[in-house]
């Protein structure tokens, strides 16, 4: 989905359409660009569209909406639209485009900042999925003090076990190459390590989508 065309300036406001509103401008929240600002630390309003993120993006195919977009739409304050995106979720958090913009903008940092707020505001997720294997992945991070390929995937198939006959194939090639070990290594600073998520649980929002 495109932003092109979908953008009319109207006076001194903005209106943007989009596909599934019935040919009537989405609602528009005021200030939510600041929010954004606050949360993520970037000045988003700084960013002038020239799609050098977008351009370096490795996800950008799969995408709904391009970085420089969804840093758009949070420009004009189309708040429901961006935290709705699946684009937000499918982020690879790479930060090329925070290398590539000329403003420092960070859209990645920008991409969790609106993840934080989607399921703070119980927002459906874009991506079940992606949160689901989010979820896993930093369980055993939680336990164990760092990533662990085999227990990750052992939970997110716990909870999701459609996926298992999709992912079979790959995950055995990755078992035959090493990728992936039983027995996990371990690290020191547990301690530290589980302090990190022990804050992290005390400052999440409650209720919400996190659930």
């Given at each position: 989905?495109?932003?092109?065309?979908r953008?009319?300036?109207?006076?001194?406001?903005v209106?943007?359409?989009?596909?599934?509103?019935?040919?009537?401008?989405?609602a528009l929240t005021?200030?939510?660009v600041?929010?954004v600002?606050?949360?993520?630390?970037?000045m988003?309003?700084?960013?002038?569209?020239?799609?050098?993120?977008?351009?370096?993006c490795p996800?950008s195919?799969?995408?709904?909406?391009?970085?420089?977009?969804?840093?758009r739409?949070?420009?004009?304050?189309?708040?429901?639209?961006?935290l709705?995106?699946?684009?937000?979720?499918?982020?690879?958090?790479?930060?090329?485009?925070?290398?590539r913009?000329?403003?420092?903008?960070?859209?990645?940092?920008?991409?969790?900042?609106l993840?934080i707020?989607?399921?703070a505001?119980?927002t459906?997720?874009?991506?079940?999925?992606?949160?689901a294997?989010?979820?896993a992945?930093?369980?055993?991070?939680?336990?164990?003090?760092?990533a662990?390929?085999?227990?990750s995937?052992?939970l997110?198939?716990?909870g999701?076990p459609?996926?298992?006959?999709?992912n079979?194939g790959?995950?055995?090639k990755?078992?035959?190459?090493?990728k992936?070990?039983?027995?996990?290594?371990g690290?020191?600073?547990?301690?530290e390590?589980?302090?990190?998520?022990?804050?992290?649980?005390?400052?999440?929002?409650?209720?919400?989508?996190?659930?």
């Amino acid at each position: 989905m495109s932003l092109e065309g979908r953008v009319r300036f109207m006076g001194s406001g903005v209106e943007l359409y989009l596909p599934d509103a019935g040919g009537r401008p989405a609602a528009l929240t005021p200030g939510f660009v600041r929010e954004v600002e606050a949360q993520a630390g970037r000045m988003v309003s700084r960013c002038y569209q020239c799609k050098k993120c977008t351009s370096g993006c490795p996800v950008s195919s799969v995408l709904d909406y391009q970085c420089h977009e969804i840093v758009r739409l949070v420009q004009l304050g189309a708040k429901d639209e961006a935290l709705r995106s699946q684009a937000i979720w499918l982020c690879a958090s790479c930060k090329t485009c925070r290398e590539r913009c000329p403003n420092d903008v960070d859209p990645a940092q920008v991409m969790d900042t609106l993840k934080i707020l989607a399921v703070a505001s119980g927002t459906p997720i874009g991506r079940k999925r992606v949160k689901a294997f989010q979820k896993a992945f930093l369980a055993t991070v939680a336990v164990l003090g760092r990533a662990h390929e085999l227990g990750s995937i052992a939970l997110y198939v716990a909870g999701n076990p459609s996926s298992l006959p999709a992912n079979m194939g790959l995950g055995l090639k990755m078992f035959s190459r090493g990728k992936m070990k039983i027995i996990p290594e371990g690290v020191k600073a547990k301690d530290e390590i589980r302090a990190i998520f022990r804050r992290a649980r005390e400052r999440a929002p409650k209720g919400g989508a996190g659930k």
